[in-house]
Nanobody, 127 residues
């Protein structure tokens, strides 16, 4: 089964920055949007941001607007999530997944229709 691979997580202090990366090898980049999601301990999975093949983006998590930025490098088959001014409430496992665009629109509020979920990368923000 095809799974994306997330990387870049770690233990950081409040106010620090991290850049996560999603290896999306195995899909046709022209047809898939890529979304970033996170799941904090004891909470439901939350959609963060989505990016289209052409680079259009949407940020669905109000708590990260102005701090998190999604990017895409189709030549490298990678999607990034730049995370700035991290807060303790950002602590979560971060996942990436793909949406076949004929099946939906580029948003992450429900996660419905997304495929190729990775195993996630742990981000821990703690003082």
């Amino acid at each position: 089964q095809l799974q994306f691979v997330e990387s870049g997580g770690g233990l950081v202090q409040p106010g620090d920055s991290l850049r996560l990366s999603c290896d999306t090898s195995g899909i046709s980049v022209n047809y898939y949007a890529i979304g970033w999601f996170r799941q904090a301990p004891g909470k439901e999975r939350e959609g963060i941001s989505c990016i289209t093949p052409s680079g259009g983006t949407t940020t669905d998590a109000d708590s990260v607007k102005g701090r998190f930025f999604i990017g895409r490098d189709n030549a490298k088959n990678t999607v990034s999530l730049e995370m700035n001014n991290l807060k303790e409430e950002d602590t979560a496992v971060y996942y990436c997944a793909a949406l076949f665009l004929p099946h939906g629109i580029c948003n992450t509020r429900s996660g419905g229709g997304y495929e190729y979920w990775g195993k996630g990368t742990q981000v821990t923000v703690s003082s």
